[in-house]
DNA sequence: GTCTATAATCCGATAGAC
DNA sequence: GTCTATCGGATTATAGAC
Protein backbone atom coordinates (compact mmCIF):
# COMPACT_ATOMS: atom_id res chain seq x y z
CA UNK A 1 0.00 0.00 0.00
CA UNK A 2 1.68 3.49 -1.08
CA UNK A 3 -1.26 5.30 0.50
CA UNK A 4 0.51 4.15 3.84
CA UNK A 5 2.80 7.14 3.72
CA UNK A 6 -1.00 9.22 3.93
CA UNK A 7 -2.16 7.63 6.65
CA UNK A 8 0.94 7.87 8.35
CA UNK A 9 1.17 11.72 7.76
CA UNK A 10 -3.04 11.90 8.58
CA UNK A 11 -2.19 10.22 11.99
CA UNK A 12 0.96 12.33 12.76
CA UNK A 13 -1.02 15.77 11.88
CA UNK A 14 -3.44 14.46 14.43
CA UNK A 15 -1.67 13.69 17.20
CA UNK A 16 0.45 17.45 16.81
CA UNK A 17 -2.81 18.97 17.24
CA UNK A 18 -3.70 16.54 20.69
CA UNK A 19 0.19 17.10 21.85
CA UNK A 20 1.88 19.52 20.17
CA UNK A 21 5.43 19.84 19.21
CA UNK A 22 6.37 18.40 22.54
CA UNK A 23 4.41 15.45 23.05
CA UNK A 24 5.06 14.17 19.67
CA UNK A 25 7.05 10.78 19.05
CA UNK A 26 7.53 7.93 16.66
CA UNK A 27 6.36 5.46 19.09
CA UNK A 28 3.27 7.58 19.96
CA UNK A 29 2.70 8.01 15.98
CA UNK A 30 2.96 4.21 15.20
CA UNK A 31 0.41 3.23 18.24
CA UNK A 32 -1.98 5.52 16.11
CA UNK A 33 -1.79 4.45 12.82
CA UNK A 34 -2.12 0.72 14.56
CA UNK A 35 1.60 -0.67 13.60
CA UNK A 36 5.15 -0.58 15.40
CA UNK A 37 7.72 2.30 15.79
CA UNK A 38 9.87 0.78 12.99
CA UNK A 39 7.63 0.23 10.62
CA UNK A 40 7.29 4.10 10.41
CA UNK A 41 10.88 4.22 8.93
CA UNK A 42 10.21 2.65 5.72
CA UNK A 43 7.76 5.24 4.90
CA UNK A 44 9.60 8.29 6.52
CA UNK A 45 13.33 8.68 6.95
CA UNK A 46 13.23 9.98 10.24
CA UNK A 47 11.06 11.97 12.37
CA UNK A 48 11.92 15.26 11.50
CA UNK A 49 10.80 14.49 7.97
CA UNK A 50 7.08 13.38 9.38
CA UNK A 51 7.34 16.96 10.79
CA UNK A 52 8.08 18.93 8.18
CA UNK A 53 5.28 16.83 6.23
CA UNK A 54 2.87 17.91 8.98
CA UNK A 55 4.37 21.34 8.24
CA UNK A 56 3.78 21.37 4.89
CA UNK A 57 -0.06 20.29 5.70
CA UNK A 58 -0.53 23.28 7.78
CA UNK A 59 0.61 25.48 4.99
CA UNK A 60 -1.27 23.54 2.18
CA UNK A 61 -4.72 24.58 4.83
CA UNK A 62 -3.57 28.39 5.44
CA UNK A 63 -3.05 28.20 1.30
CA UNK A 64 -6.45 27.19 0.65
CA UNK A 65 -7.43 29.94 3.10
CA UNK A 66 -5.37 32.57 1.48
CA UNK A 67 -5.91 32.08 -1.92
CA UNK A 68 -9.87 31.98 -1.68
CA UNK A 69 -9.14 36.46 -1.42
CA UNK A 70 -8.60 36.27 -4.85
CA UNK A 71 -12.68 36.05 -5.73
CA UNK A 72 -12.69 39.46 -4.33
CA UNK A 73 -13.42 41.29 -7.61
CA UNK A 74 -11.14 44.60 -6.29
CA UNK A 75 -7.95 44.85 -5.38
CA UNK A 76 -9.40 46.31 -1.96
CA UNK A 77 -11.81 43.20 -1.62
CA UNK A 78 -9.14 40.97 -2.28
CA UNK A 79 -6.54 42.98 0.73
CA UNK A 80 -9.56 42.78 3.09
CA UNK A 81 -10.45 39.28 2.15
CA UNK A 82 -6.84 38.24 2.75
CA UNK A 83 -7.01 40.29 5.60
CA UNK A 84 -9.95 38.29 7.12
CA UNK A 85 -8.84 35.02 5.75
CA UNK A 86 -5.83 35.05 7.52
CA UNK A 87 -7.20 36.04 11.35
CA UNK A 88 -9.94 33.12 10.13
CA UNK A 89 -7.24 31.38 9.81
CA UNK A 90 -5.17 31.59 12.80
CA UNK A 91 -8.34 31.97 15.03
CA UNK A 92 -10.01 28.74 13.52
CA UNK A 93 -6.47 26.53 13.58
CA UNK A 94 -4.12 27.61 15.93
CA UNK A 95 -2.06 25.25 16.31
CA UNK A 96 -1.44 25.19 12.73
CA UNK A 97 -0.94 28.65 12.40
CA UNK A 98 2.18 28.36 14.89
CA UNK A 99 3.47 25.76 12.51
CA UNK A 100 4.28 27.97 10.42
CA UNK A 101 6.24 30.27 12.09
CA UNK A 102 7.96 27.11 13.78
CA UNK A 103 11.91 27.59 14.50
CA UNK A 104 13.89 25.42 12.48
CA UNK A 105 15.35 24.37 15.86
CA UNK A 106 12.05 23.42 17.23
CA UNK A 107 12.44 20.89 14.21
CA UNK A 108 15.94 19.27 15.25
CA UNK A 109 17.07 21.22 12.30
CA UNK A 110 19.40 23.85 11.45
CA UNK A 111 17.77 25.40 8.88
CA UNK A 112 14.20 24.30 7.20
CA UNK A 113 14.32 23.00 3.99
CA UNK A 114 14.09 24.27 0.80
CA UNK A 115 10.36 22.52 0.61
CA UNK A 116 9.20 24.76 3.63
CA UNK A 117 11.06 27.46 2.55
CA UNK A 118 9.38 27.84 -0.97
CA UNK A 119 5.73 28.01 0.87
CA UNK A 120 6.65 31.05 3.34
CA UNK A 121 8.39 33.06 0.14
CA UNK A 122 5.25 32.13 -1.68
CA UNK A 123 3.04 33.85 1.02
CA UNK A 124 5.43 36.85 1.23
CA UNK A 125 4.76 37.09 -2.54
CA UNK A 126 1.08 36.36 -2.01
CA UNK A 127 1.01 39.80 0.30
CA UNK A 128 3.19 41.64 -1.96
CA UNK A 129 1.13 41.37 -4.74
CA UNK A 130 -2.04 42.43 -2.74
CA UNK A 131 -0.08 45.47 -1.39
CA UNK A 132 1.02 46.10 -5.31
CA UNK A 133 -2.32 46.43 -6.82
CA UNK A 134 -3.97 48.52 -4.11
CA UNK A 135 -1.01 50.81 -4.39
CA UNK A 136 -1.54 50.81 -8.31
CA UNK A 137 -4.57 51.38 -7.96
CA UNK A 138 -4.17 54.17 -5.76
CA UNK A 139 -5.36 53.38 -2.79
CA UNK A 140 -2.11 53.08 -0.49
CA UNK A 141 0.00 55.95 -0.30
CA UNK A 142 2.99 55.80 -2.79
CA UNK A 143 6.38 53.93 -1.53
CA UNK A 144 7.60 50.14 -1.65
CA UNK A 145 4.95 47.57 -2.14
CA UNK A 146 7.41 44.43 -0.40
CA UNK A 147 7.76 46.96 2.73
CA UNK A 148 4.53 48.10 3.07
CA UNK A 149 2.80 44.55 3.08
CA UNK A 150 5.74 43.70 5.66
CA UNK A 151 4.53 46.10 7.79
CA UNK A 152 0.58 45.07 7.17
CA UNK A 153 2.24 40.83 7.61
CA UNK A 154 4.23 41.86 10.92
CA UNK A 155 1.15 44.17 12.45
CA UNK A 156 -1.40 40.54 11.96
CA UNK A 157 1.11 38.35 12.89
CA UNK A 158 1.69 40.25 16.11
CA UNK A 159 -1.55 40.56 17.21
CA UNK A 160 -2.35 37.21 16.72
CA UNK A 161 0.66 36.33 18.31
CA UNK A 162 0.46 38.14 21.47
CA UNK A 163 -3.31 36.78 21.70
CA UNK A 164 -2.44 33.10 21.03
CA UNK A 165 -0.07 33.05 23.28
CA UNK A 166 -2.27 34.61 26.27
CA UNK A 167 -0.53 38.00 26.67
CA UNK A 168 -3.52 39.95 25.52
CA UNK A 169 -6.67 40.00 28.96
CA UNK A 170 -9.20 39.56 26.20
CA UNK A 171 -11.85 36.90 24.90
CA UNK A 172 -11.70 35.99 21.17
CA UNK A 173 -14.46 38.40 20.48
CA UNK A 174 -12.83 40.75 22.22
CA UNK A 175 -9.83 39.99 20.15
CA UNK A 176 -11.63 40.22 16.97
CA UNK A 177 -13.09 44.20 17.43
CA UNK A 178 -9.58 44.59 18.53
CA UNK A 179 -8.03 43.18 16.02
CA UNK A 180 -10.54 45.28 13.28
CA UNK A 181 -9.80 48.34 15.82
CA UNK A 182 -5.90 48.24 14.98
CA UNK A 183 -6.04 47.97 11.82
CA UNK A 184 -8.05 50.67 10.70
CA UNK A 185 -5.26 52.29 13.32
CA UNK A 186 -2.95 51.07 11.15
CA UNK A 187 -4.48 52.20 7.69
CA UNK A 188 -5.26 56.11 9.32
CA UNK A 189 -2.19 56.28 11.14
CA UNK A 190 -1.67 56.46 15.19
CA UNK A 191 -0.24 60.21 15.03
CA UNK A 192 -2.38 63.42 15.28
CA UNK A 193 -1.31 66.37 13.26
CA UNK A 194 0.36 67.81 16.41
CA UNK A 195 2.89 65.12 16.51
CA UNK A 196 4.13 65.86 12.71
CA UNK A 197 4.46 69.93 13.96
CA UNK A 198 6.51 69.14 17.01
CA UNK A 199 8.96 66.91 15.20
CA UNK A 200 9.33 69.84 12.48
CA UNK A 201 9.88 71.74 15.12
CA UNK A 202 12.30 69.85 16.62
CA UNK A 203 13.82 69.66 13.24
CA UNK A 204 14.15 65.55 14.03
CA UNK A 205 12.78 62.56 12.05
CA UNK A 206 10.40 60.43 13.34
CA UNK A 207 12.84 57.26 13.67
CA UNK A 208 12.04 54.00 14.66
CA UNK A 209 9.19 54.94 16.92
CA UNK A 210 6.66 51.66 16.79
CA UNK B 1 27.41 28.67 49.83
CA UNK B 2 24.47 30.45 49.19
CA UNK B 3 25.97 31.92 46.07
CA UNK B 4 25.72 28.61 44.68
CA UNK B 5 22.39 29.54 43.87
CA UNK B 6 23.47 32.32 41.61
CA UNK B 7 26.68 30.48 39.97
CA UNK B 8 23.78 27.62 38.98
CA UNK B 9 21.93 30.16 37.54
CA UNK B 10 24.90 31.77 35.66
CA UNK B 11 25.47 29.16 34.26
CA UNK B 12 22.00 27.57 33.14
CA UNK B 13 21.80 31.17 31.36
CA UNK B 14 24.70 30.15 28.97
CA UNK B 15 23.70 27.06 28.75
CA UNK B 16 20.50 28.29 27.05
CA UNK B 17 22.08 30.88 25.26
CA UNK B 18 24.63 28.30 23.55
CA UNK B 19 21.77 25.33 23.46
CA UNK B 20 18.87 27.03 23.31
CA UNK B 21 15.45 25.18 24.69
CA UNK B 22 16.01 22.09 22.95
CA UNK B 23 19.34 21.31 24.34
CA UNK B 24 19.41 22.38 27.67
CA UNK B 25 19.52 19.49 30.13
CA UNK B 26 20.10 19.21 34.09
CA UNK B 27 22.96 17.19 33.22
CA UNK B 28 24.60 19.38 30.84
CA UNK B 29 23.97 22.48 33.30
CA UNK B 30 25.67 20.28 36.26
CA UNK B 31 28.58 19.26 34.04
CA UNK B 32 28.83 22.92 32.90
CA UNK B 33 29.20 24.30 36.97
CA UNK B 34 31.60 21.42 37.37
CA UNK B 35 29.38 19.12 40.21
CA UNK B 36 27.06 16.57 39.26
CA UNK B 37 23.53 16.37 38.51
CA UNK B 38 21.70 15.72 42.18
CA UNK B 39 23.36 18.16 43.45
CA UNK B 40 21.44 21.11 41.39
CA UNK B 41 18.47 19.25 43.23
CA UNK B 42 19.67 21.31 46.63
CA UNK B 43 19.31 24.53 45.13
CA UNK B 44 16.44 24.28 42.43
CA UNK B 45 13.32 22.18 42.65
CA UNK B 46 13.70 21.25 39.38
CA UNK B 47 14.33 21.57 35.55
CA UNK B 48 11.46 23.74 35.02
CA UNK B 49 11.99 26.39 38.16
CA UNK B 50 15.60 26.48 36.47
CA UNK B 51 14.28 27.37 33.33
CA UNK B 52 11.79 30.00 35.01
CA UNK B 53 14.80 31.63 36.56
CA UNK B 54 16.21 31.85 33.71
CA UNK B 55 13.55 33.63 31.63
CA UNK B 56 13.32 36.51 34.70
CA UNK B 57 17.40 37.10 34.18
CA UNK B 58 15.71 37.47 30.71
CA UNK B 59 13.25 39.98 31.87
CA UNK B 60 16.05 41.21 34.34
CA UNK B 61 18.12 42.33 31.62
CA UNK B 62 14.90 43.57 29.06
CA UNK B 63 14.04 45.55 32.23
CA UNK B 64 17.63 47.44 32.18
CA UNK B 65 16.69 48.41 28.51
CA UNK B 66 13.21 49.21 28.63
CA UNK B 67 13.76 51.30 31.92
CA UNK B 68 16.56 53.78 30.57
CA UNK B 69 13.66 55.49 27.97
CA UNK B 70 12.33 57.57 31.39
CA UNK B 71 15.72 59.18 30.85
CA UNK B 72 13.41 61.32 28.11
CA UNK B 73 12.51 64.57 28.81
CA UNK B 74 9.21 64.35 26.94
CA UNK B 75 6.52 61.75 26.25
CA UNK B 76 7.14 61.57 22.82
CA UNK B 77 11.30 61.26 23.89
CA UNK B 78 10.24 58.57 26.12
CA UNK B 79 8.18 56.56 23.43
CA UNK B 80 10.59 57.11 20.81
CA UNK B 81 13.65 55.54 23.25
CA UNK B 82 11.46 53.09 24.68
CA UNK B 83 10.94 51.83 20.85
CA UNK B 84 14.38 52.23 19.88
CA UNK B 85 15.91 50.13 23.51
CA UNK B 86 13.01 47.94 22.53
CA UNK B 87 14.71 47.39 19.29
CA UNK B 88 18.13 47.10 20.67
CA UNK B 89 17.48 44.40 23.13
CA UNK B 90 15.86 42.47 20.38
CA UNK B 91 19.03 42.51 17.97
CA UNK B 92 21.53 42.68 20.83
CA UNK B 93 20.02 39.51 22.70
CA UNK B 94 17.82 37.49 20.84
CA UNK B 95 17.94 34.53 22.33
CA UNK B 96 17.09 36.62 25.98
CA UNK B 97 14.18 38.48 23.72
CA UNK B 98 12.73 34.97 22.40
CA UNK B 99 12.79 33.30 26.36
CA UNK B 100 10.74 36.63 26.59
CA UNK B 101 7.81 35.06 24.72
CA UNK B 102 8.74 31.54 25.52
CA UNK B 103 4.72 29.61 25.38
CA UNK B 104 4.35 27.58 28.79
CA UNK B 105 4.34 24.41 26.95
CA UNK B 106 8.03 24.70 25.91
CA UNK B 107 9.04 25.00 29.64
CA UNK B 108 6.96 21.74 30.29
CA UNK B 109 4.36 23.79 32.50
CA UNK B 110 0.51 24.16 31.53
CA UNK B 111 0.59 27.91 32.92
CA UNK B 112 3.63 30.21 33.01
CA UNK B 113 4.04 31.11 36.64
CA UNK B 114 2.92 34.50 38.50
CA UNK B 115 6.60 35.52 39.20
CA UNK B 116 6.51 35.92 34.77
CA UNK B 117 3.14 36.81 34.11
CA UNK B 118 4.00 39.66 36.39
CA UNK B 119 6.83 40.82 34.29
CA UNK B 120 5.18 40.30 31.10
CA UNK B 121 2.12 42.22 32.67
CA UNK B 122 4.55 44.82 33.80
CA UNK B 123 5.58 45.15 30.47
CA UNK B 124 2.29 46.04 28.82
CA UNK B 125 1.94 48.73 31.56
CA UNK B 126 5.11 49.88 30.54
CA UNK B 127 4.10 50.60 26.61
CA UNK B 128 0.37 51.45 27.85
CA UNK B 129 1.88 54.66 29.92
CA UNK B 130 3.96 55.60 26.61
CA UNK B 131 0.90 55.56 24.90
CA UNK B 132 -1.28 57.45 27.33
CA UNK B 133 1.24 60.23 27.95
CA UNK B 134 1.60 60.92 24.67
CA UNK B 135 -1.95 60.81 23.96
CA UNK B 136 -2.60 63.07 26.77
CA UNK B 137 -0.22 65.54 25.09
CA UNK B 138 -2.10 65.07 22.19
CA UNK B 139 0.73 63.59 20.12
CA UNK B 140 -1.48 60.41 19.31
CA UNK B 141 -5.53 60.79 18.39
CA UNK B 142 -8.12 60.08 20.44
CA UNK B 143 -8.64 56.74 21.46
CA UNK B 144 -8.28 53.62 23.91
CA UNK B 145 -4.43 54.16 25.27
CA UNK B 146 -3.95 50.47 25.77
CA UNK B 147 -4.82 49.83 22.21
CA UNK B 148 -2.80 51.97 20.78
CA UNK B 149 0.08 50.61 22.90
CA UNK B 150 -1.22 47.22 21.38
CA UNK B 151 -0.69 48.56 17.95
CA UNK B 152 2.55 49.50 18.52
CA UNK B 153 3.63 46.12 20.82
CA UNK B 154 2.50 44.14 17.90
CA UNK B 155 3.73 46.15 15.36
CA UNK B 156 7.39 45.88 16.63
CA UNK B 157 7.19 42.24 18.17
CA UNK B 158 5.88 41.23 14.23
CA UNK B 159 8.73 43.03 12.44
CA UNK B 160 11.37 41.76 15.12
CA UNK B 161 9.53 37.81 15.34
CA UNK B 162 9.64 37.89 11.34
CA UNK B 163 13.20 39.02 11.13
CA UNK B 164 14.89 36.78 13.88
CA UNK B 165 12.83 34.16 12.40
CA UNK B 166 15.08 34.48 8.88
CA UNK B 167 11.71 35.28 6.96
CA UNK B 168 12.84 38.84 6.11
CA UNK B 169 15.04 38.47 3.40
CA UNK B 170 17.80 41.31 4.11
CA UNK B 171 20.49 42.08 6.86
CA UNK B 172 20.62 43.55 10.37
CA UNK B 173 21.41 47.24 8.78
CA UNK B 174 18.81 46.67 6.33
CA UNK B 175 16.54 45.24 8.90
CA UNK B 176 16.94 48.49 11.01
CA UNK B 177 16.31 50.90 7.99
CA UNK B 178 12.67 48.74 7.77
CA UNK B 179 12.13 48.97 11.31
CA UNK B 180 12.52 52.37 10.77
CA UNK B 181 10.28 53.45 8.09
CA UNK B 182 7.62 50.42 8.87
CA UNK B 183 7.23 52.54 12.42
CA UNK B 184 6.82 55.97 10.38
CA UNK B 185 4.29 54.65 8.22
CA UNK B 186 2.50 53.22 11.42
CA UNK B 187 2.25 56.72 12.82
CA UNK B 188 1.20 58.17 9.26
CA UNK B 189 -1.23 55.72 8.19
CA UNK B 190 -1.02 53.37 5.15
CA UNK B 191 -3.84 54.21 3.08
CA UNK B 192 -3.77 56.75 0.75
CA UNK B 193 -7.24 59.55 0.58
CA UNK B 194 -8.41 57.45 -2.17
CA UNK B 195 -9.16 54.48 0.01
CA UNK B 196 -11.25 56.25 2.57
CA UNK B 197 -13.35 57.91 -0.59
CA UNK B 198 -14.20 54.57 -2.25
CA UNK B 199 -14.86 53.16 1.35
CA UNK B 200 -17.47 55.78 1.78
CA UNK B 201 -18.90 55.71 -1.74
CA UNK B 202 -19.31 51.92 -1.02
CA UNK B 203 -21.02 52.40 2.35
CA UNK B 204 -18.92 49.79 4.54
CA UNK B 205 -16.71 50.05 7.15
CA UNK B 206 -12.96 49.26 6.73
CA UNK B 207 -12.89 45.94 8.58
CA UNK B 208 -9.95 44.18 9.73
CA UNK B 209 -7.90 45.05 6.58
CA UNK B 210 -4.69 44.33 8.50
C1' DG C 1 6.50 -4.47 4.52
C1' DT C 2 5.81 -5.58 9.05
C1' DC C 3 7.25 -7.81 12.90
C1' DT C 4 10.19 -8.80 17.46
C1' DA C 5 14.02 -7.63 19.78
C1' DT C 6 17.38 -4.67 20.98
C1' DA C 7 21.12 -1.41 20.65
C1' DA C 8 22.76 2.95 22.26
C1' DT C 9 21.69 7.22 24.41
C1' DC C 10 19.71 10.44 26.82
C1' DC C 11 16.65 12.19 30.32
C1' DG C 12 14.69 13.79 35.26
C1' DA C 13 14.76 12.60 39.68
C1' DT C 14 15.75 9.97 44.12
C1' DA C 15 18.09 7.04 48.00
C1' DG C 16 21.44 6.82 51.00
C1' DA C 17 26.43 7.06 52.29
C1' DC C 18 29.74 10.47 53.65
C1' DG D 1 25.93 19.84 50.49
C1' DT D 2 27.99 16.78 47.50
C1' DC D 3 28.86 12.34 46.21
C1' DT D 4 27.97 7.37 43.96
C1' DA D 5 24.72 4.49 42.31
C1' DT D 6 20.56 3.74 40.37
C1' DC D 7 15.62 3.84 39.23
C1' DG D 8 12.41 4.22 35.66
C1' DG D 9 11.48 6.18 31.83
C1' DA D 10 11.90 8.22 27.35
C1' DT D 11 13.90 8.60 22.72
C1' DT D 12 15.69 7.49 17.66
C1' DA D 13 17.07 4.02 14.98
C1' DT D 14 18.72 -0.63 13.36
C1' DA D 15 19.25 -5.96 12.73
C1' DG D 16 17.31 -9.84 11.26
C1' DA D 17 13.37 -13.21 11.12
C1' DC D 18 9.10 -13.86 8.65
Chains 1, 2 share one sequence.
Not at 87 to 99: I, K, N, S, W
Request: glycine share 8%; charged share 25%; aromatic share 10%.
Amino acid sequence: MSDMRDRILARACDLYLEEGLQGFSMRKLARSVGVTAPALYRHYENKERVLVAVVGEAYKLFGQFLYRSLAGHTPLERLHLAATNYLEFALGHPRQYEMLYVSPAALGLDRLPQEVEEHACATGQFWHDRGRECMDAGLLREGSPEEVSMTMWAHAHGLLFLYLRGLLEMDEAGFRRMFEASSIRLFEGLAAPRLFKELAERGEALASAG
